[in-house]
């Protein structure tokens, strides 16, 4: 009778241990399964984080909004130049003709041409400073706008193609590879150029 029951205790202890661990092989194997298909449902297309680059470079040499800029910037460059370089004439002048009839002025005209030349040169200095202040200035505005209006059109750019980001690239920039699958320039120059006709 003993030796029954014994047997019987032993039965049902393997039992009761087969069944255990056959619960835990399942459980496991639940648990891998829905990590794999964690990591599967990441790494599937369009579930994952979408990124796309543009050569910044390109778009300021096609994008008319940034040629507009340039050629504006250029122009009040320029002119301020020109002033500058009048002024300078104007001053080349007076110096050649002070030293070309000095020998035959007189004290008093001599005094009155050489504090003529002096006022002209301070006149010269604070001009090209002036000038400089305000070409500076104008420069900061433009550039500006130039950024916030792109960045207007990009943030319903970047949306309306479905990226997540939109990295900007140049050469020798902070980015030293992309693949160039992901290279969407040549389409962002061509909404930007819309986008800009559009708003003027």
């Not at 040629?67 to 080349?92: D, G, M, V």
Request: charged fraction near 30%.
């Amino acid at each position: 009778m003993k030796k029954s029951t014994t047997q019987i205790l032993i039965v049902i202890l393997i039992s009761i241990i087969t069944v255990s661990c056959k619960e835990n092989k399942e459980v496991s194997q639940v648990e891998e399964t829905a990590v794999e298909k964690k990591i599967v449902r990441n790494i599937e297309p369009g579930n994952g984080m979408s990124i796309a680059f543009v050569n910044s470079d390109t778009v300021s040499k096609y994008y008319e909004f940034a040629k507009k800029i340039q050629k504006t910037l250029t122009s009040k460059r320029l002119e301020a130049e020109n002033q500058i370089k009048n002024k300078y004439f104007a001053y080349e002048r007076l110096v050649k003709e002070f030293e070309k009839a000095s020998p035959i002025m007189g004290d008093r005209e001599k005094m009155e041409k050489a504090q003529k030349i002096r006022l002209l040169e301070q006149e010269i200095m604070q001009v090209e400073q002036q000038l400089s202040e305000q070409v500076s200035k104008e420069e900061l505005q433009l550039t500006q706008s130039y950024i916030l209006k792109t960045n207007e059109f990009m943030q319903d750019i970047g949306a309306s193609l479905g990226y997540d980001y939109v990295m900007s690239f140049r050469i020798g920039g902070a980015m030293l590879y992309a693949n160039d699958k992901n290279n969407i320039t040549s389409d962002i120059i061509k909404l930007l150029n819309q986008r800009y006709e559009t708003s003027k």
